[in-house]
Antibody, heavy 127, light 111 residues
Framework: QVQLQESGPGLVKPSETLSLTCAVS?????????WGWIRQPPGKGLEWIGSIYHSGSTYYNPSLKSRVTISVDTSKNQFSLKLSSVTAADTAVYYC????????????????????WGQGTLVTVSS | QSALTQPPSVSGSPGQSVTISCTGTSSDVGSYNRVSWYQQPPGTAPKLMIYEVSNRPSGVPDRFSGSKSGNTASLTISGLQAEDEADYYCSSYTSSSTYVVFGGGTKLTVL
């Protein structure tokens, strides 16, 4: 059974960098699929942040691209999110998830249904 | 404002069927079959219910079905049960630089 678990500080000060890690168990990241981050502000909808492949190939939401870095550590079977210069608007529940899309012709894709999700972690931006 | 348009709320009685719409454009729903639907009960992570327009992951009841016509995708839940009460979100691949777009969500109330 594939399981994902987010970890990181629940409180970040404005202008600082938000850092989260997603530990994956039950599946080796090196075996395939893209892995992504999605966030949900309190009481609002979902927003895709970005996705990464085990090779390090990344795709980001253009609205966040200048502030986002997603990296992968295959030796630890985990991937991470860094979001810089945070403001109160970045307060949200942050989820990590697996992108369940594979096409026999084009291979794995950073875009598709997210089939396995972490439980989510609330990050509050406040001084 | 979300890229995909969903009704804010729908409701139905146990045993009835409800359909949730998800309207996009020719840049997303209308041109690609990478439309997904998620169920999110309060305080929980989203759960994938439908992928690639009409496919159900293992374990999802066949009461849930997906379809698409033009720029609008739809999720139909038949034989409504109390446990179906949740927020539902659609998403799609988009040819714009955004890559992934979500709908604003629909709250399903089982009366």
């Amino acid at each position: 059974q594939v399981q994902l678990q987010e970890s990181g500080p629940g409180l970040v000060k404005p202008s600082e960098t938000l850092s989260l890690t997603c530990a994956v168990s039950g599946y080796s990241i090196s075996s395939g699929y893209y892995w992504g981050w999605i966030r949900q502000p309190p009481g609002k909808g979902l927003e895709w942040i970005g996705s990464i492949y085990h090779s390090g190939s990344t795709y980001y939401n253009p609205s966040l691209k200048s502030r986002v870095t997603i990296s992968v550590d295959t030796s630890k079977n985990q991937f991470s999110l860094k979001l810089s210069s945070v403001t109160a608007a970045d307060t949200a529940v942050y989820y990590c998830a697996r992108v369940a899309y594979y096409d026999i012709l084009t291979g794995y894709s950073p875009v598709g249904g997210f089939d396995y999700w972490g439980q989510g972690t609330l990050v509050t931006v406040s001084s | 404002q979300s890229a995909l348009t969903q009704p804010p709320s729908v409701s139905g009685s146990p045993g009835q069927s409800v359909t949730i719409s998800c309207t996009g454009t020719s840049s997303d729903v209308g041109s690609y079959n990478r439309v997904s639907w998620y169920q999110q009960p309060p305080g929980t992570a989203p759960k994938l219910m439908i992928y690639e327009v009409s496919n159900r992951p293992s374990g999802v009841p066949d009461r849930f079905s997906g379809s698409k016509s033009g720029n609008t995708a739809s999720l139909t839940i038949s034989g409504l049960q109390a446990e179906d009460e949740a927020d539902y979100y659609c998403s799609s691949y988009t040819s714009s630089s955004t890559y992934v777009v979500f709908g604003g969500g629909t709250k399903l109330t089982v009366l």
